[in-house]
């Protein structure tokens, strides 16, 4: 939700969101704007995460990824504690505003479980239901 203390303009008209030059990220009702973050170099998804407006303009000015943790409700700069951390070499947001790409150079796993991705099981159809399979181990 854009508010006046939000560091950046209000969402104009659908037109000008999907066509406009103008970033106007469109925050949901709790503040927050859903993020995917890619491996610049190879595609892979690392993480799905979320920024409020400061997270998203401290990513912005300081090219270091900077997230909003929801659990902790609190700002925090990726690798700031695992040293694991992200540089944003390019950030794209979707048609509507309401959801941003970030592609990163990533330095160690970006999964707080100590793999390279927070994407490492695959959902298969089990005998009795849906059922997961592990396709990345820890790093060591």
């Given at each position: 939700?854009?508010?006046?203390?939000?560091?950046?303009?209000?969402?104009?008209?659908?037109?000008?969101?999907?066509?406009?030059?103008?970033f106007?990220?469109?925050?949901?009702?709790?503040?927050?704007v859903?993020?995917?973050t890619?491996?610049?170099?190879?595609?892979?998804?690392?993480?799905?995460?979320?920024m409020?407006?400061?997270?998203?303009?401290?990513?912005?000015?300081?090219?270091?990824?900077?997230?909003?943790?929801?659990?902790?409700?609190?700002?925090?700069?990726?690798?700031?504690?695992s040293?694991?951390?992200?540089?944003?070499?390019?950030?794209?947001?979707?048609?509507?505003?309401?959801?941003?790409?970030?592609?990163?150079?990533?330095?160690?796993?970006?999964?707080?479980?100590?793999?390279?991705?927070?994407?490492?099981?695959?959902?298969?159809q089990?005998?009795?239901?849906?059922?997961?399979?592990?396709?990345?181990?820890?790093?060591?």
């Open positions: 939700m854009w508010t006046p203390s939000t560091p950046f303009a209000p969402p104009g008209t659908k037109l000008q969101l999907e066509e406009g030059s103008e106007t990220p469109k925050f949901n009702v709790d503040g927050l859903t993020v995917i890619v491996d610049h170099a190879s595609g892979e998804v690392l993480m799905l995460a979320h409020n407006a400061e997270a998203l303009a401290r990513t912005v000015s300081t090219g270091d990824a900077w997230y909003f943790s929801r659990s902790r409700n609190t700002l925090w700069r990726k690798g700031e504690t040293g694991n951390t992200q540089w944003v070499v390019e950030m794209r947001v979707d048609c509507d505003q309401d959801a941003i790409l970030i592609r990163v150079e990533q330095q160690g796993p970006a999964c707080h479980t100590d793999r390279r991705s927070c994407f490492y099981r695959v959902v298969e089990g005998t009795e239901g849906p059922v997961l399979r592990m396709v990345s181990q820890p790093e060591i």
